[in-house]
């Protein structure tokens, strides 16, 4: 088993290398986890930053100090995965952000497609959109990464054909699509961008946009899935062929 990932701020070690984790990491450490002197800890700030620490001693109920020697940076991944998400209905965004961020996704975009039901709007999009992307911090610790996923605001279909644009690699999941995700020629650099529609597709004038923009449209297999799931199942197609995952 992998040692548990914290998330902190910094990586300021007092005399000798001893750093306190307190705060609710601490608490979840000390209280949740009952680390104990001599267990093994990783420290992220989430960007890519980390430390390999052990377990010296606990105090009281929210307070884990760690031998903390030195600091590392893990470069971004190449090439950079991001997945435009259209807005599930429910909490099916936050089960569609956290199985992205497990297989190894860089970057998520919410996107308030045309046939999407769910809305962010004021308020309420505010909190959706926080829940997102705490859903990706927790599934970055979970899953033992070091560089969480990049949750970034709504995005409109304009702003999508722009990102679309500026991508070595651009696709939309469609059943228009005549080749399938799992043999289409990829880049080993810069960025791959896939758009995931809303549970009643990508309407034809979103397709034509992004198709402008150079978009190709692809099927992913036989089976119908959900839009939660399918940027999953298409985010690991492409981590396995881009050599990401060997």
């Not at 929210?62 to 259209?86: F, N, Y």
């Not at 962010?120 to 070091?146: D, F, H, I, Y």
């Not at 279909?157 to 651009?170: H, M």
Request: with cysteine.
């Amino acid at each position: 088993m992998t040692a548990p990932v914290f998330v902190v701020e910094h990586f300021d070690a007092g005399g000798g290398g001893r750093y306190i984790l307190d705060g609710p990491e601490g608490r979840h450490a000390v209280s949740v986890k009952r680390l104990r002197a001599g267990e093994d800890v990783v420290l992220t700030d989430g960007a890519g930053r980390w430390a390999d620490c052990v377990v010296l001693d606990t105090e009281g109920k929210d307070r884990l100090i760690l031998q903390l020697d030195s600091v590392h940076e893990e470069s971004p991944e190449q090439p950079r995965v991001t997945v435009v998400q259209a807005l599930p209905k429910g909490d099916r965004g936050e089960l569609a952000v956290e199985t992205m961020t497990e297989v190894g996704v860089d970057a998520i975009v919410p996107w308030a497609a045309a046939r999407c039901i769910t809305q962010w709007k004021g308020e309420r999009g505010a909190k959706a959109l926080g829940k997102w992307r705490a859903t990706a911090r927790e599934a970055g610790k979970q899953s033992r990464r070091v560089r969480f996923p990049e949750v970034a605001d709504a995005a409109t279909t304009k702003q999508v054909a722009a990102l679309l644009a500026g991508a070595e690699f651009a696709a939309v999941l469609h059943e228009s699509g005549d080749a399938p995700l799992a043999t289409a020629e990829l880049p080993s650099t810069g960025e791959i961008v896939l758009v995931v529609g809303p549970e009643g597709g990508v309407a034809p004038a979103e397709l034509a946009l992004f198709e402008e923009a150079g978009a190709k449209p692809y099927r992913l297999g036989r089976s119908v899935l959900r839009t939660s799931t399918a940027g999953t199942a298409a985010a690991a197609v492409l981590l396995a062929r881009t050599g990401r995952w060997s």
